[in-house]
């Protein structure tokens, strides 16, 4: 019998991945993740600015964010201790009390129960990252995974747009209490698909020659010495406790090239986050009104960045990890320049709607493709732990270009700050690439990086 012809099978796999039964779990847990994020980051830079606020101290709100830096200090503990279920029902449900008692509460403006909300949505979203993206890496092969972040980006976009279109429509025609309690309601909804979870088995250690023999805390060479042992690492292994498990997430930055890679990652977010941190005050500045910068932003804006996670999917599939980063990193540098001619006086309404949706679909599938990237990184066996750690040192410190952005807005102007950031931007994914076509780090980035 002769062999299917290649374009069957491939047909036939790619069939096979959408039906992949753990999308739609990890679509309810990204989309949970985005609704309180899409909320607070288009209402309250609005808020902010008509209050008075100037843009290098808007900037200083991306500190509120700081558990997405942080977060690698926790992640060992959720990759080795409980259960995957058990961390993302109790981040879930402590999500909606919060919400809950926000409605209770009331706020108004700049207060300081508004800002410690906002930081404690954002110490849960953030943990229950790290329990949802080594579930990813977990349950997913590389092709999977590429298309996993076409969705996970696509779902956490679209709780922005449920956050930042939908509830803020429905914050500026009722009130704080009525918008929270519908934020509640949905985190709801979202949490039911975590409650018919399966827990996955444990991942065995990496067999990977470029991890190491035995890609543990006891096994680096530059580990304290309280981490040391002359015990071999197995898949029975018990977890590692006390100094070892506080230092694990050390342990696995000093794995060959993992700080490298981290630090160019950083380079190229930097310069994205410089510019894109400056758009949503640089529209109000401009004229656009609150509706309609719900509407552009929220809705389009967001809406728009859907069809960017289907593309980074699809590209994923079909060119692979390296031309879909470096194409959509040089891309995202000419939406930056659609906003510096805007800030110029060039284009008017017409010209900042272009760009709208030029940065959610483009802007879009660059993360796709770094984040599909920075799960071929980790390994399986500390998945959360590796993950978090590329995120929170290469993207979640990038919120730093937030506040360079503001403070070149401040200074010299929104022309002069979106030029900056885009190039920037650019040089820094340059950077990247040539990094990894000389510097693949291991088997699995090896695998899927072309």
């Not at 760009?355 to 599909?372: D, H, K, N, Q």
């Amino acid at each position: 019998m002769s062999a299917a012809p290649p374009t069957v099978t491939a047909n036939a796999r790619r069939a096979d991945l959408l039906r992949t039964p753990h999308l739609p779990l990890l679509a309810a847990l990204y989309t949970a993740q985005g609704l309180p994020y899409g909320f607070f980051t288009l209402a309250l830079p609005v808020l902010m600015r008509e209050a008075g606020w100037s843009l290098t101290a808007l900037g200083f709100l991306q500190f509120l964010a700081a558990p997405w830096v942080l977060k690698m200090l926790w992640a060992p503990l959720v990759d080795h201790h409980g259960t995957r279920r058990a961390w993302l029902l109790s981040m879930q449900l402590s999500s909606c009390a919060l919400a809950l008692a926000m409605a209770a509460m009331g706020f108004h403006e700049g207060s300081i129960g508004l800002f410690v909300a906002v930081f404690a949505f954002n110490l849960l979203a953030a943990t229950q990252d790290v329990a949802t993206d080594g579930l990813a890496v977990r349950l997913l092969d590389a092709q999977q995974r590429g298309l996993a972040n076409g969705i996970q980006v696509g779902a956490y976009r679209f709780g922005m747009v449920l956050g930042g279109g939908l509830l803020l429509w429905l914050f500026a025609r009722t009130s704080w209490s009525v918008t929270f309690l519908a934020m509640a309601a949905l985190l709801a909804l979202f949490t039911l698909p975590v409650w018919r979870m399966a827990e996955p088995p444990p991942s065995p250690p990496s067999t990977d020659p470029t991890e190491g023999p035995h890609p543990h805390p006891h096994s680096h060479p530059h580990a304290p010495a309280a981490l040391l042992s002359a015990e071999p690492v197995t898949a029975t292994a018990p977890p590692p406790r006390g100094l070892a498990l506080a230092l694990l997430w050390w342990h696995r930055a000093l794995r060959p090239g993992v700080l490298p890679l981290a630090g160019l990652i950083f380079c190229f977010r930097f310069g994205d986050q410089m510019a894109s941190g400056l758009i949503t005050p640089f529209l109000l500045d401009h004229g656009v009104n609150k509706p309609t910068l719900a509407l552009m932003k929220g809705a389009v804006g967001s809406g728009t960045s859907l069809a960017g996670a289907a593309l980074g999917g699809w590209l994923m599939l079909r060119m692979g990890r390296r031309q879909a980063l470096l194409g959509s990193g040089l891309a995202q540098v000419g939406v930056f320049g659609l906003y510096a001619l805007a800030a110029t006086g060039w284009g008017g309404m017409p010209l900042l709607w272009v760009a709208t949706v030029a940065e959610g679909v483009i802007g879009t599938v660059a993360t796709v493709a770094l984040f599909s990237l920075m799960m071929d990184a980790a390994d399986p066996a500390h998945a959360g732990t590796d993950y978090t750690l590329l995120g929170s040192v290469g993207f979640s410190l990038a919120t730093l270009g937030g506040i360079a952005g503001g403070m070149v807005g401040d200074a010299l102007g929104y022309t002069a700050a979106f030029v900056a950031g885009g190039l920037l931007s650019g040089a820094g994914v340059v950077a990247l690439v040539r990094w990894l076509d000389a510097h693949p780090l291991n088997a699995r980035v090896h695998a899927a990086w072309h």
